[in-house]
């Protein structure tokens, strides 16, 4: 998973694509980059946070007139600088790409890159893969008379061939910029503008959010398998390239996303708010009686003060967060993410103590933190422990782009319920039903392939079982 931003239209604006940056931090901590143009490409990127990257950095020094920026999350591939983004290519045209989401079919197309048109992939990493496709088209055109049509018959063609989730953006040297969605619109990004001395600016950004900071107007969201070329005389052209059933990704409004974006004209906060309906009514069914509901902080804030009001029962933090811990979710091994969960939660007693205590989280994956925390509620003094997630049971990887480990390691593919309620030790497991979220975007087409094993894209047996050998073989299982 990874954030992405994209400015086209005024000077000066690495410093703004690097301050827009830190507004999608919570969307990748590897690695950060800018790069710009301004009739050459100027590039900064490495590994670790916005903050350490850039730090001591005169970012004027990389200052152009359009621009991208990235922030990753590593799901695939390594964490080395290489795979950092954005990245650049010069032949037989300048381009430079970005992109967030993750490509399915990648070693079928790394080998017919290689087969077909004599490019030979050095990373592992799937931008360098689109960006390559998308070259060894457009190299087939009038280079010298290049047309927006013959811009967007490329990208028809790279959304033909590469299958899975992505959302990116390219800058064609001295042509202009561009912004494209496959064919499902499985993961997000929005469109946004301002006027200034220097005109109109366009911007795109995963997350509405960057728009508030840096005082964009949000228009709207790429629709899927949408392609959006901005010229260099700033005039805006679309075409829906191949489109298929939309499939937007549910998870960012459960997890990824921050609580004040905007996606699909839903505020995230009053999803998560919506989200916690339901699960109050499934209290009832079971007859249990919680006397206060706390949250696992941060993300699942929303789900539980929503849950506490539908159930009348008082809603308090529960948890201190050591606010200085990195994530636990993406440490290498498991000794080391139950440690850090230890080290980043800790009670506050008084709130638990001699209570039967409702504890809500967005998600459980492997299982790791869930015990973790109803073992910390019942030393704390919790007479009953009911353990909620906010999403229904996670069975199968994403393979999109979201990490959520290897099949091996999803605690809800091999065990029911009741054994994962007794697995983390809660009194109670309580996840949202699927049945219940899928009625609840009925007017917006998800992605639910974590929950229900069924991929919006075609995907065989075989190629998800390379894909968890890979993941295996990697250094995040
Ligand atoms: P686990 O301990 O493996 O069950 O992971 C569940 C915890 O990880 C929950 O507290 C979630 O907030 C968090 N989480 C879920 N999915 C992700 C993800 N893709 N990346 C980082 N953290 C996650």
Redesign the pocket.
């Known amino acids: ?1 990874c954030g992405i931003i994209g400015i086209s239209g005024y000077e000066n604006i690495a410093p703004e694509i690097m301050n827009g940056l830190t507004t999608l931090q919570h969307r990748g901590q590897d690695s950060a980059g800018v790069v710009t143009f301004n009739g050459n490409f100027h590039m900064k990127k490495g590994n670790g946070l916005v903050s350490n990257v850039f730090k001591g950095y005169d970012i004027e020094k990389i200052n152009g007139y359009c621009g991208l920026g990235h922030v990753r ?1 590593a799901t695939f591939g390594s964490t080395d600088e290489v795979d950092a983004q954005p990245i650049v290519l010069n032949y037989p045209f300048g381009l430079a790409m970005v992109h967030n989401g993750n490509v399915v079919n990648f070693n079928q197309l790394k080998k017919r890159l290689y087969e077909e048109n004599h490019r030979l992939l050095e990373t592992s990493n799937d931008v360098a893969l689109i960006l390559y496709t998308f070259a060894a088209e457009l190299e087939k055109k009038d280079l010298k008379h290049l047309t927006v049509d013959d811009i967007f018959d490329t990208v028809e063609v790279v959304q033909k061939s590469v299958k899975g989730a992505y959302s990116a953006m390219t800058i064609i040297a001295n042509r202009g910029f561009l912004a494209f969605s496959d064919p499902h619109g499985i993961r997000p990004l929005v469109m946004g503008r301002k006027f200034t001395d220097q005109g109109v600016v366009y911007a795109f950004t995963s997350e509405s959010t960057t728009f508030d900071y840096l005082g964009y107007e949000l228009i709207r969201d790429i629709e899927p398998g949408e392609m959006i070329f901005i010229d260099s005389n700033k005039r805006v052209h679309t075409r829906i390239g191949v489109k298929k059933k939309q499939a937007f990704c549910v ?1 960012e409004y459960i ?2 996303a921050r609580e004040d974006t905007i996606m699909h004209n839903r505020l995230v906060a009053s999803e998560r708010v919506r989200l916690g309906v339901p699960l109050a009514k499934t209290f009832e069914k079971y007859g249990l009686n919680p006397e206060i509901v706390i949250d ?1 902080p941060s ?2 804030y929303f789900f539980a003060s929503s849950m506490a009001e539908e159930l009348n029962v008082p809603y308090r933090r529960g948890f201190a967060k050591n606010p200085h811990m990195g ?4 440490t290498p091994t498991q000794e080391q ?1 139950e440690i850090m ?1 230890k080290q980043k939660l800790n009670p506050i007693r008084d709130i638990v103590k001699g209570k039967k205590v409702a504890v809500v ?12 925390i109803v073992k910390l509620l019942r030393d704390a003094g919790a007479t009953e422990v009911y353990f909620v997630s906010a999403s229904p049971p ?1 069975k199968s990887p ?1 393979i999109y782009g ?4 290897v099949k091996k ?1 999803i ?1 809800a593919s091999h065990y029911d319920v009741e054994e994962i309620g007794k697995f983390i030790g809660a009194d109670k497991m309580i996840y949202q039903s699927l049945e219940d979220l899928k009625d609840m975007y009925k007017d917006l087409p998800i992605c639910h392939a974590c929950f229900s094993g069924e991929y919006p894209t075609t995907v065989s047996k075989a190629m998800l079982d390379e894909i968890e050998k890979e993941k295996l073989s990697s250094n995040r299982s």
């Open positions: 998973m999350y998870f997890y990824f696992v993300s699942a994530r636990s979710f993406i993410r969960v989280d967005d998600s459980v994956v492997r299982g790791t933190t869930s015990k973790r996670i994403c979201i990490d959520m480990s390691e605690l």
